[in-house]
């Protein structure tokens, strides 16, 4: 396994971008409401962050000498395997609520509060 590098967060996170933006437009070209993620993700973002940093700190401990309790590698695999996964779920949606972000910022009206909310706090729990 790999380390997780910053330029596959980015693409990630740019590709996702696009995507957003072109969810939205394709959502307004059809006479469609624009898409706003639910108040739940941002706080799910956050929990899965948190889930996984409590997981990885016994690992983290073991590996830096600050206990003498073994280890399982499988369960230090699957927790890193865990962290990957959540870095990139992490930059997509970075990026996807990114995009949406961009394209209301682009209109000539001004976006309700509302939506625009959800969409940047979405930002922040991805980051």
């Known amino acids: ?33 624009t898409f706003t993620p639910l108040i739940t993700l941002p706080v799910l973002l956050v929990a899965l962050g948190a889930i996984v940093v409590a997981l990885a700190i ?11 309790a073994p280890i399982n590698p499988f369960r230090a695999v699957r927790i890193a395997m865990l962290a990957k996964a959540s870095s990139l779920l992490g930059a997509a949606s970075v990026g996807f609520s990114g995009g949406l972000v961009v394209f209301l910022l682009t ?21």
């Not at 016994?58 to 003498?68: D, E, N, Q």
């Not at 209109?107 to 980051?127: E, F, H, N």
């Open 1 to 33: 396994m790999k380390r997780t590098g910053a330029g596959i967060l980015i693409a990630t996170a740019a590709i996702a971008v696009a995507g957003g933006f072109l969810v939205n437009q394709l959502l307004t070209a059809t006479g469609r409401a």
């Open 58 to 68: 016994p690992v983290w401990r073991a590996s830096r000498g600050h206990t003498r």
């Open 107 to 127: 209109r000539p009206v001004v976006p309700p509060l509302g939506s625009m909310a959800t969409q940047l706090a979405t930002l922040v729990a991805g980051l």
